[in-house]
């Protein structure tokens, strides 16, 4: 995920319970939009297939680019997709919140792209606001002054990189060290840095290393040549 984009779900999940737990109203969005195929890709097709077309109409209709044609496609689609659903799941769980999704593609035509509209960002940000507060007798003031502190630090991350000391929790965005290794293909030569401690993987057969090639050589500037 990019950057800030959701919370770590790793820890909202109870491996020995398998369950998701104390996950936010985002963190839910991120989680219909992006993973809830590979969540359910154990299931039969008759399943799997409405559960994959509900996230990809999520993935449409939140995008950042929003066309009229398709979204008349979304409208017809659907009512089709919720009739599907409604083969396998309870009747008690399509409730108002499930209809809902029907309304979706004439709000985006009105209001234009769902995600300069919701609150997510907001409600993130007041979160961190109210967790800022160290003086409870001025929680205005509080605020301001903690706030005021991240914005000059982020400030001296950015344009004093090397002459003052700057927080080590950065943004990835901060600071991308540029140097590069002629000798290494690119796919290994990106900008940015790790999301977590670095770990040691061997692959067990012979068919991981093949997808493992397969990854590398289909992302590498040096073979689009010869895909062309």
Known sequence: MPDGYCSNL???????????????????HVFMEHLLPSAFS???????????????????????????????????LIPIILCQLEQFFPLRFFDSIEHLSVHME????????????????????????KRSIQNRA??????????????????????FIGRVL???????????????????????????RHSGKARE???VDSKEYRSAHVQVLINCAEVKPYLE
């Open 42 to 76: 154990s299931m039969p097709s008759h399943v799997l297939n409405p559960l994959t077309k509900i996230n990809q109409f999520f993935k449409n209709i939140c995008a950042s680019t929003l066309r009229v044609d398709e979204l008349e496609k979304l409208d017809k």
């Open 201 to 203: 993987h061997w692959m």
């Open 106 to 129: 004439y709000e985006a035509k009105l209001g234009g792209s769902i995600q300069y509209r919701w609150m997510y960002p907001f409600e993130r940000f007041m979160g961190d606001s």
């Open 166 to 192: 700057v927080p080590t929790t950065t943004r990835n965005e901060v600071y991308v060290d540029s140097e590069r290794d002629p000798l290494t293909l690119s796919v290994f030569n990106l900008p940015g």
């Open 10 to 28: 790793g820890r909202c999940a109870d491996v020995k319970t398998r369950r998701v737990n104390g996950m936010k109203s985002h963190d839910n």
């Open 138 to 159: 001025k929680i205005e003031r509080s605020i301001c002054v903690v706030y005021v502190h991240k914005e000059t630090s982020y400030f001296l991350g950015h344009y």
